[in-house]
């Protein structure tokens, strides 16, 4: 164990023991990726370098305040939360500058990658960030706390990221029933894993999907993850990428990495296997019993919608309440044709008002309180 040095992190809850000579003293960063498309300058700059938007993909629906407000509740042992975005306007009014660190993407991205509007490239360079923790967590802003939650959930006793949760298996022949981009981009990921490091003999449990949840990492282990990867035309096409476009040859960036830890911690298939459908099985019927019998048993993660049909958002924010999820997205679906009171939404940047006004009151009924991360 290098100089033979324990390092110890107190919070709230436990102890998170860190036995890796390398890594600071508790110290765990959270990097908040965020992006709000309904600034002007930002769609003008959209249309002139990437062409026309897709207003799902960038809206800000308000999750980002209450995405604190949980973080501090539930979440006291980060050491600092770090907004990631364009440029300073991207910064929401009611966000107090002083209580968290801004990082603008000219700070670590690449220049020749610059203006992306795309994730991937940003997602590949956070290590690069000035003084960032050795150990970080990389957070969306659609992300938020239901209950407490250890760093042990994100970091194992010697300070390694966790692989875990796994969310499904990914055949090879996915693609084959489900021809959506997404499932493309998984059936490529497992092509890249294929080539860097073959499985012999081939399963359909060989690899598995990484849900929508926050994903820890390390700096050290992303830098050695990029060295092994680098050289893949596929994993480079990603990772390079400045817009969606219309290619479908890309990689899901979050479950190429999850795999290669799996492999880089020494998980056999069958150990893989047994703690995902042991971890999906626990996790389904906990969903089920806080429902129907009002208990309140850990659900580990969800995933919930804002749709444009009211009456659609109004059960999924009823299912979050009952489920009580540890971590849980609240994904925007508004992209649905919904037709209220003599208007059409649909695909653009307006969302159906009682669609929000339900999301709202859901999230000030869970986080009533400000974080200190409003101003005031």
């Not at 209220?340 to 009533?368: H, Q």
Request: with cysteine; net charge positive; hydrophobic share 40%.
């Amino acid at each position: 164990m290098g100089d033979g040095v324990h390092r110890f992190y107190q919070h709230s809850r436990g102890t998170l023991r860190v036995r890796d000579s390398a890594a600071p003293d508790g110290e765990i960063d959270v990097v908040i990726l965020y992006v709000d498309g309904s600034k002007t300058a930002f769609q003008e700059s959209h249309l002139a370098q990437a062409g026309p938007l897709s207003p799902c993909q960038v809206r800000s629906l308000g999750e980002l305040r209450f995405l604190f407000r949980s973080m501090e509740r539930y979440a006291p042992w980060v050491r600092r939360p770090l907004l990631v975005v364009q440029n300073q306007e991207q910064l929401p009014d009611w966000l107090d500058p002083t209580r968290v660190r801004v990082i603008h993407h000219d700070q670590f991205v690449p220049a020749e990658l610059l203006p992306t509007f795309h994730g991937t490239p940003v997602y590949a360079h956070l290590h690069r960030i000035p003084d960032l923790a050795e150990h970080y967590v990389v957070w969306y802003d659609d992300h938020m706390l239901g209950r407490n939650l250890s760093p042990n959930f994100f970091f194992d006793g010697w300070g390694r990221p966790r692989a875990i949760p796994l969310d499904s298996p990914i055949p090879r022949w996915l693609g084959r029933f489900l021809p959506d981009a997404f499932t493309h981009s998984l059936v490529m990921t497992t092509r890249v894993l294929d080539d860097i490091r073959p499985i012999w003999p081939k399963t359909a449990l060989d690899y598995y999907l990484y849900p929508h949840i926050p994903q820890a990492n390390c700096k050290t282990w992303w830098q050695e993850f990029l060295r092994q990867f680098s050289g893949h035309s596929l994993f480079q096409g990603t990772i390079t990428r400045r817009k969606r476009g219309t290619s479908r040859n890309y990689v899901a960036l979050e479950t190429l990495f999850c795999n290669w830890l799996l492999r880089r911690l020494g998980w056999s298939r069958w150990r893989s296997a047994r703690h995902c459908a042991g971890q999906q099985l626990m996790r389904l019927c906990a969903k089920a019993l806080n429902r129907m019998l009002g208990l309140h048993l850990p659900v580990t993660y969800e995933i919930y919608g804002i749709f444009n049909d009211s009456g659609k958002t109004k059960r999924s924010m009823a299912a979050l309440l009952a489920e009580q999820p540890t971590i849980f997205c609240v994904n925007d679906n508004a992209y649905d044709r919904f037709l209220e009171e003599g208007c059409v939404y649909e695909g653009g940047f307006e969302v159906n008002p009682r669609s929000l006004a339900r999301f709202r009151e859901t999230m000030e009924k869970l986080y009533p309180h400000a974080s200190q991360f409003e101003r005031n």
